[in-house]
């Protein structure tokens, strides 16, 4: 079966600073995408970051990037000079090209303080 | 900017009532998805709509739970009898295609007294 961790329930930083958000995932798929979204309390979904297993080089945008590990089986992500509109539960997922479905981890609520 | 519109925002009712939801999805967009979302918890896939047609809905409680997209466009997610456990947020999402990003909703939150 295919699974997402998120083994960081909880974590907060200081504004301006740099964290680094965990993700281990299994497949045994050769073919698949990751993500990463945000959800912003009381707001919808949106996606952050989206990885092709098939590329080498890790996704960036803008103050977000990614590490992806693939023999690891790691997809973390980091984000740079945060600011507190970054406050939000974040998930890790990831979807096979076999049935396009999306694994779900259970998403780590990041707090930035002022 | 096109959106994913959902309705009711919230829902508030007794358990054994019937309860509905509806999503539209952004225009154009094949893939369709319910999820619930237990409050700290990751989505969990309900079902998946390809055009009109059921993708998966092997997590669907179909005693209680039904959905359809009939004309493959807008949808109604259907739950009765409604149990005390059913209270959660009811996301939508759509995407263009199969392995495309998803756009959510602003979801519908339910809560079974």
């Known amino acids: 079966a295919q699974t997402v961790t998120q083994s960081q329930p909880e974590m907060s930083v200081q504004e301006a600073e740099t964290v680094t958000l965990s993700c281990t995932y299994d497949?045994?798929?050769?073919?698949?995408?990751l993500f990463w979204y945000k959800q912003p309390p009381s707001r919808q979904m949106i996606l952050v970051i989206r990885q092709e297993a098939y590329k080498q080089q890790n996704a960036t945008e803008n103050r977000f990037s990614v590490n992806f590990q693939k023999a690891a089986k790691s997809f973390s992500l980091k984000i740079s000079d945060s600011q507190l509109g970054d406050t939000a539960m974040y998930f890790c997922?990831?979807?096979?090209?076999?049935?396009?479905?999306?694994?779900w981890g259970a998403g780590t609520k990041l707090i930035i303080k002022p | 900017e096109a959106e994913v519109a959902q309705s009711p925002r919230y829902k508030i009712t007794e358990k054994s009532q019937a309860v509905a939801f509806w999503c539209d999805p952004i225009s154009g967009h094949a893939t369709l998805y319910w999820y619930r979302q237990i409050l700290g918890q990751g989505p969990e896939l309900l079902v998946q709509?390809?055009?009109?047609?059921?993708?998966?809905d092997s997590q669907l409680p179909k005693d209680r739970f039904s959905a359809e997209r009939l004309k493959g466009v807008d949808s109604t997610l259907k739950i009765q009898p409604a149990e005390l456990g059913d209270s959660a947020m009811y996301l939508c999402?759509?995407?263009?295609?199969?392995?495309?990003?998803?756009?959510f909703g602003e979801g519908s939150r339910l809560t079974v007294l």
């Open positions: 497949t045994s798929e050769n073919n698949y995408y």
């Open positions: 709509f390809q055009d009109e047609s059921v993708v998966d």
């Open positions: 997922a990831a979807q096979t090209t076999k049935n396009y479905q999306l694994i």
């Open positions: 999402a759509s995407s263009r295609r199969e392995a495309g990003e998803l756009f």
